[in-house]
Every structure is written in structure tokens, then in C-alpha cells.
């Protein structure tokens, strides 16, 4: 990061340092952790459910802090700068560090595919710029401070994933990265717990043109239907997509199942053919976003085309794995709600195979009221003559396997636990090839995959 004095951070934060003749006193790294080595940090003292990391600022000295920033009268030893609040002294400190900064600013909303969008479009601006990308869920009111603070002198485009479950939060976290381009993904049921409906997710999510200078890009999904007729007058408003009236968009998409997609792209005039080699043609969004981005940055033809070629994706995102037996395991237990259950099942009926097909379908949760519904459609959407087994885990997912098992009660197995899961996992896939997985990032399904690999 861009080393700033005291003096800065105590007035950027609204703050008092407490040893005044310290005011000159540079910082070069900002942390929330006690137990990370550093070189003259500043330790944010947060106080959570659990942690109240005001007991731990001494341990924070001693790793190499040269301040605390503090709740009033939490702590006064030693070199500390007093706020009313340290979870808003870190944002107003990020907003305060994102103006020293001469660098364009992508953000990035959605309901799903944020992260893969993000590791596309980093992928493709890396080919001609020195690029900086949240890494892996630091997307909220926490996480995305610091990866502002991440950001150097020399960087050229910060691309910024913006996660929320209520309103309010990405309108803060706007207003901090000051995007020049921000994406919407998509419009879906995640956190719809908190919003109501659809129609508040869509609202939470456009609150990402709230920190948008005049003229800047909203890059949509203009295949979404409640993001099709978006009307922003003092932005400027380009859409991605298969229907031919986007700005960007898809033809020629081939499903080469688990070895990915072929399509062809095409802008203005322009097209090309491209390759990604990661399955489902859902991925097709994310390659439209990325070709988005780069014709609009001035990104080659070429160069674009190898940015998509050899993006990796962000760890248990269609991850494809293979246990010690051989069995392929599809690791996509990151995070679900009902919109990517249904394309990660879509993409298991898909697969042209003559091996047997199974699927893990763990809880999604923040669904509000309309959870049990939600979980009852996707053990219908799951029962399909391609897929040969259908296994349930989660209080949650019960209803989902209520359903499954009366429409073929042989090819559905129900776990209250993963625990239950684990401990007859032999049994549950003895003679399955191909394993999808996925659920909530709560349920960390990425046990199951683990255990799985070790048969």
C-alpha cells in the first residue's frame, strides 16, 4: 500500500491519536489480525459476536503495529487513534485511501457468478495491465477495505467483487471503490431473505451506481429480464448477453460438457471464436463480461482471447477434481442459492456419458420464508433419468428429498448431517463416476469433497 502518517489516517477517520507528536509517523500496512508479520501496520481493533480485538492489540505491537485504531476508551496505551466506531473508521479510511489513488475501478455485483466474472475480467486486463482482484471472499463491509489497501502506486485497474445480504451495504461499499465500470451479473433469490423479493435484490444491487461518477459504464445482464429495460440516464449503459440485441454477445455456443464451451463473440462489427475450459454454458455470461471489459479497455483481440483461454478459477468453483479411485469430482461448494443450484444441476443432466451420474445437494441458506419452497423445487428440478443418484444433506434440504423421493424414491438418499454423510460415504457412491457438489458455503461441503478424494 501507499504509506500514509497518522496524521492523515486520524483526520481521514474523524479520529484523535492520542500522542500527537507521533502525527508524522508513517504506515505501509493496514490489518485486522493480530497474528500477521508485518512492518510498521496499523491494527484495526474490531469487536465481533465472539472476538473483540481490542483484547489483542499488544499482540498486534509486537508483530510490527505502530498504532491501533480503537473504540473511545477501549485502550490507552502506547500510540492509538480513538473513533466512535472501528467497523465504519475502516471503511471512511478506505474511502479516504481510494482518493490518493490514480487507478480505474471495476465493481462487480450479482447474485451469482461475481467471483468467476472477476477471475475472467482479471484474467483478460492482465494481458495488458498491471491489474490487483479481491481475493477469495473478501467482497463485504470488511473485506473489500482491505483490498483497497492492497492496492499500489503502480497498480492500473482494481477489479472489486461487492457481496451484500442486506441494503445499504453495497451503496457503502460503492461509495468507497467509486467504480468506473460496474458489472451486475444477475438478478436471483440470494439473500432474498433479508430483501423481500427480487425486485429488492434488484434494488440493493443497483445501489452499485450510487458511488458512479457521470458517464461512467453499467455493464448489464441484458438477458436478465429485471435487468433488460435499466435506465440510467447519467450512465452510460452497455449490456451483455445471447439475445442479439445486446451490446455484447454470443453465438455458435457449443457444450463440450465437462472439457467446457466453445461460442463465438461479437461487438459492433467485430467477432471472434472463443474457448473456455470450464464446463457449463452458463459460463457463457462470464466470458461476455470478460470480452465486455476488455473491448471496452482497449484490450487486443489476441490478448483477450488468452486471458479467457487461462483464467483459473477461485478455489471450489467447478473445480474439477478426481478421487485416488478415479471418480471425477465436480468441487462447486463455495456458496449456492436456488438460480446456481439449477445450473449446477443443468450442467449434471448435460453430461453425454454412459458413467453413472450423482449429485450432493446441501442447505442454501438466507432464503427467507420462501426456503422450504425454494428447497422443494430444487429436489423436483434434481430428479432427471440422467442422474442416477441424489443425495440430500441438511435440515434444510429435507424438503427438497420429500419431494425427490416421491417422484423416484430408489435414486434419493437424505443426511441430516455431513457428519451422517461422511460416515457412509463408501455406501452413498459406491458406484458413482462423476459427483457434483454443492451447497452454502455454511454447510463446508468442502469436507465431503476431501473425504471423497481420499477413497
Do not use: W
Not at 484474467?123 to 477495505?145: A, D, I, M, R
Not at 465500470?181 to 438478478?187: C, D, P, Q
Not at 478421487?323 to 462447486?332: A, L, M, R, T, V
Request: charged share 30%.
Amino acid at each position: 500500500m501507499i504509506k500514509i502518517t497518522l496524521g492523515e489516517i486520524a483526520k481521514a477517520v474523524g479520529g484523535e491519536l492520542n500522542k500527537k507528536e507521533q502525527s508524522k509517523l508513517e504506515v505501509e500496512n493496514i490489518v485486522i489480525d493480530s497474528r500477521i508479520e508485518v512492518k510498521g501496520g496499523l491494527f484495526i481493533a474490531l469487536k465481533g459476536e465472539k472476538v473483540d480485538g481490542h483484547k489483542f492489540i499488544k499482540s498486534a505491537e509486537e508483530k510490527g503495529c505502530i498504532c491501533a485504531l480503537v473504540n473511545r476508551g477501549e485502550y490507552k496505551d502506547n500510540v492509538v487513534i480513538e473513533v466512535d466506531d472501528t467497523r465504519k473508521g475502516i471503511m471512511d479510511l478506505a474511502k479516504y485511501y481510494r482518493s490518493k489513488l490514480n487507478i480505474k475501478v471495476i465493481g462487480i455485483t450479482g447474485s451469482s457468478g461475481k467471483t468467476t466474472t472477476k477471475d475472467i475480467i482479471s484474467s483478460v486486463l492482465e494481458q495488458k495491465y498491471k491489474v490487483l482482484k479481491t481475493e477469495g471472499n473478501f467482497n463485504n463491509e470488511l473485506g473489500v477495505p482491505l483490498t483497497v489497501f492492497r492496492i499500489e502506486d503502480d497498480d492500473e485497474i482494481a477489479v472489486i467483487e461487492m457481496g451484500m445480504n442486506k441494503f445499504g451495504e453495497i451503496h457503502n461499499l460503492t461509495k468507497i471503490v467509486k467504480p468506473d465500470i460496474s458489472i451486475i451479473t444477475n438478478i436471483g433469490n440470494a439473500h432474498i431473505e433479508n430483501l423481500g423479493n427480487k425486485e429488492g435484490v434488484l434494488d440493493a444491487k443497483l445501489e452499485i451506481t450510487n458511488g458512479m461518477e457521470n458517464g461512467s459504464i453499467l455493464l448489464l445482464n441484458g438477458d436478465d429480464k429485471l435487468l433488460e429495460d435499466i435506465k440510467k440516464n447519467r450512465l452510460q449503459i452497455l449490456k451483455f448477453g445471447n439475445n442479439q440485441n445486446n451490446d455484447f454477445k454470443s453465438s455458435n455456443v457449443v457444450n463440450k460438457y465437462l472439457e467446457g464451451i466453445e461460442l463465438t463473440v461479437k461487438y459492433l462489427d467485430e467477432e471472434m471464436d472463443i474457448s473456455v475450459d470450464i464446463p457449463g454454458e452458463f459460463m457463457t455470461y462470464n466470458v461476455l463480461a470478460g470480452y465486455g471489459c476488455g473491448k471496452i479497455l482497449g484490450v487486443s483481440d489476441d490478448e483477450i482471447k488468452k486471458g479467457i483461454k487461462e483464467f483459473k478459477l477461485s478455489k471450489n468453483r467447478m473445480a474439477m477434481e478426481t478421487s485416488k479411485s478415479g471418480i471425477k469430482i465436480i468441487n462447486d461448494v463455495y456458496n449456492a442459492n436456488p438460480d446456481s443450484m439449477v445450473k449446477a444441476i443443468d450442467l449434471l443432466k448435460g453430461l453425454k456419458t454412459k458413467e453413472r451420474k450423482g449429485i450432493i445437494i446441501g442447505d442454501m441458506f438466507e432464503l427467507g420464508e420462501g426456503s422450504i419452497e425454494h428447497h422443494k423445487k430444487i429436489g423436483k428440478y434434481s430428479i432427471d433419468s440422467s442422474i442416477d443418484k441424489i443425495i440430500f444433506v441438511g435440515e434444510n434440504s429435507f424438503y427438497g428429498y420429500e419431494v425427490a423421493k416421491q417422484l423416484n424414491k430408489n435414486k434419493v438418499v437424505y443426511f441430516k448431517t455431513q457428519d451422517d454423510l461422511i460416515k457412509n460415504i463408501e455406501d452413498v457412491i459406491k458406484s458413482i463416476k462423476i459427483i457434483l457438489i454443492k451447497g452454502s458455503r455454511g454447510m463446508e461441503l468442502e469436507k465431503t469433497v476431501e473425504k471423497i478424494k481420499e477413497r
